[in-house]
């Protein structure tokens, strides 16, 4: 919406309520003046994983690049950036057990003359002459400034952490914990399930309603009553929330990660049946 303002043609391209986009209609909507296709890889509400490589084809194939977020799937599947073949990816620190305040974009390396750094600063210069200047030639140009170096070391802890204990370890993890939460939580009369069932097509974020009980209350009652952090609201997703899950007090979201055991999900489905009155 900030680039429409400079001129630029934004498209939205609408999802089903278990987060499915049509592939045919992406196709249509391509055209030769389409520069950049952007998508989520995992949906932050619903949990749905898209079928980026699908999209990047079809994008690269009539001439559009891809950019993908990837905040809520890095920490959770095992991402394959050469089998995607995106052209920019990105992923947020502390949501994968790094410090806050750090993240990663990766572009491939044909973009690097291309891309202007947002900032200017200490480390991006090689020469300043009295006219002009020449950036560096490795990646240090885009992160202008002092950067945040105690950040930068804890989130390679945090990603060496993830990886020895396996992404496709931490995958399945997650796929149990999500069916029996699902499975549990569907049960419960007033309590509306959102995204996909099957677990195998979406990561750990499960969000639901209950009854017209707005999301905020669950979330406070959940955390005094019962000891349980989720998020609650519209998650940064208006758009999906509001409109299209018809979730006008937003969702509770429960997430799960490699921490999780099911005895807390056991626990949390019972504050659930309370707060739904049938506990
Ligand atoms: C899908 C998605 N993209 C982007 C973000 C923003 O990440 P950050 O806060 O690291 O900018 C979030 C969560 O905050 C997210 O869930």
């Known amino acids: ?26 196709n249509r909507k391509i055209d030769q003046h389409t520069r950049l296709v952007a998508i989520t890889q995992a949906s932050n509400v619903i949990g749905t994983i898209v079928p980026v490589a699908d999209i ?4 690269h194939k009539k001439g559009a690049m891809v950019l ?20 920019f ?3 947020s620190g502390h949501k994968m057990l790094g410090p806050t305040g750090t993240g990663i974009l990766f572009f491939k390396k044909e973009y690097f003359e291309k891309l202007q750094p947002l900032n200017l600063g200490g480390g991006t210069v090689s020469d300043v002459y009295a006219d002009s200047y020449k950036l560096v030639k490795n990646w240090e140009r885009f992160e ?14 945090a990603v060496d ?21 699902i499975e549990k939580l569907k049960r419960i009369n007033g309590v509306r399930v959102h995204g996909k069932m099957d677990p195998e097509k979406r990561t750990g974020v499960v969000s639901f309603a209950v009854r017209d009980i707005p999301s905020h209350r669950i979330a406070v009652i959940a955390d005094e009553l019962g000891n ?12 999906l929330t509001r409109d299209i899950l018809q979730e006008e007090q937003g969702t509770a979201r429960a ?6 055991k099911k005895d807390e999900i056991d626990h949390f489905i019972e504050i659930i049946k309370g707060i739904a009155g049938n506990g």
């Open 144 to 157: 202008g400034g002092t950067p945040n170096i105690a950040g930068g070391i804890g989130l390679a802890v």
């Open 255 to 260: 997430s799960f990660y490699l921490y999780n």
């Open 161 to 181: 952490y993830l990886r020895a204990i396996g992404m496709s370890e931490i995958r399945r993890h997650e796929i149990e914990l999500t069916a029996y939460f």
């Open 68 to 87: 993908i977020d990837g905040a809520q799937a890095a920490p959770h599947l095992e991402v394959d950036l050469n089998k995607i073949g995106c052209d």
């Open 89 to 91: 990816y990105a992923a």
């Open 56 to 59: 990047t084809e079809i994008s």
């Open 228 to 239: 349980v952090a989720i998020r609650s609201g519209l998650h940064c997703a208006f758009l």
């Open 1 to 26: 919406m900030r680039l429409k303002k400079s001129g630029v043609v934004v498209e939205l391209l609408k999802c089903n309520s278990e987060g499915d986009i049509d592939l045919e209609e992406l």
